[in-house]
């Protein structure tokens, strides 16, 4: 039959399936780009706000009432260390180990559309979020060795406590992104 429509000049049913199937691809393709991109753009930024966190001030004390700061005030070594702490202080770098891993699966997950990879972002931003809220958050209020030596010691949160969150949203976001795109190869 399709060699008889195509002598008479008619189209075949099969390529017109075919061109109709290859629109949708095209879409689909640019869809799934975007989402790529998306997923990449998020667990880069995440990794990066890691590495800035883990860089930063988590905690710090702060005297009341004095002029210079808590690192001029204490004469102890050890005390005045304990003035600020980074993620560094904190954790040992392992946000920086942790960001590393985040940006690989970021392009696994991204430019490779891996959902292991994606599943594997979610969990590392789940992984962060824990470190913050359980790890660091508690320490925020906590003025250490120096309170009991100064009333007027005073501990709040630094920077580096904030970018740890945002960055574990947005692991975890970029990994929800991932696992719920389409897969090219689910066809």
Not at 26 to 33: E, S
Not at 128 to 151: E, K, N, S
């Amino acid at each position: 039959r399709r060699v008889a429509e195509r002598a008479r000049g008619g189209r075949d049913p099969a390529r017109r399936a075919t061109n109709d199937g290859s629109r949708r691809s095209d879409v689909d393709r640019a869809r799934l780009g975007a989402i790529s991109l998306v997923v990449t753009g998020l667990g880069a930024a995440a990794a990066a706000l890691m590495v800035v966190g883990e860089l930063s001030t988590v905690a710090s004390v702060d005297l009341t009432g004095v002029d210079e700061g808590c690192e001029v005030q204490l004469l102890d070594p050890e005390l005045r260390d304990r003035c600020e702490l980074s993620g560094f202080d904190r954790h040992g770098g392992a946000l920086l180990l942790i960001g590393a891993l985040t940006l690989a699966l970021a392009l696994a997950a991204g430019i490779g559309a891996s959902r292991p990879a994606a599943a594997g972002l979610a969990a590392v931003g789940a992984l962060v979020l824990a470190i913050a809220l359980l790890v660091d958050l508690p320490v925020t209020d906590d003025t250490g060795a120096i309170g009991p030596r100064f009333q007027g010691a005073v501990a709040s949160s630094g920077p580096g406590l904030w970018l740890e969150l945002v960055a574990g949203a947005l692991a975890l976001g970029a990994g929800a992104v991932g696992l719920r795109a389409e897969s090219p190869y689910q066809r």
